[in-house]
Nanobody, 128 residues
Framework: QVQLVESGGGSVQAGGSLRLSCVSS????????MGWFRESPGKGREGVAG???????SYSDAVQGRFIISRDRATNTLYLQMNSLTPEDTAMYYC???WGLGLARIKYGNLGCGMDYSGKGTLVTISS
């Protein structure tokens, strides 16, 4: 079983930036599609940003141009750089990975990925 641990959430004012991190317990997650999704009351789940095994990234329309997803294979870490934050970005942010199990799927913009494991999330709160 893969463990994913997110960090980096917090409270910032609108216009600010945050960088989320997600450390995987298994280095082979770098061979799979990984991504970030968020959940907030009344909005449900939204696939925010995903990156495939080749490093190609895809973003939802809501964050395109403001968020950047990246991965460091050496440290088994997935990042989400979030810029120009707005109160609409307030949510619990989760890291997820495909593992080839076919348990669930999610779309990050135009990128569809399996979602077999996810972390416990990190809270992002943006004030106006």
């Amino acid at each position: 079983q893969v463990q994913l641990v997110e960090s980096g959430g917090g409270s910032v004012q609108a216009g600010g930036s945050l960088r989320l991190s997600c450390v995987s317990s298994d280095h082979t997650t770098s061979n799979y599609c990984m991504g970030w999704f968020r959940e907030s009351p009344g909005k449900g789940r939204e696939g925010v940003a995903g990156i495939d095994s080749l490093g190609k990234a895809s973003y939802s329309d809501a964050v395109q141009g403001r968020f950047i997803i990246s991965r460091d294979r050496a440290t088994n870490t997935l990042y989400l750089q979030m810029n120009s934050l707005t109160p609409e970005d307030t949510a619990m942010y989760y890291c997820a990975t495909d593992w080839g199990l076919g348990l669930a799927r999610i779309k990050y913009g135009n990128l569809g990925c399996g979602m077999d494991y996810s972390g416990k999330g990190t809270l992002v709160t943006i004030s106006s």
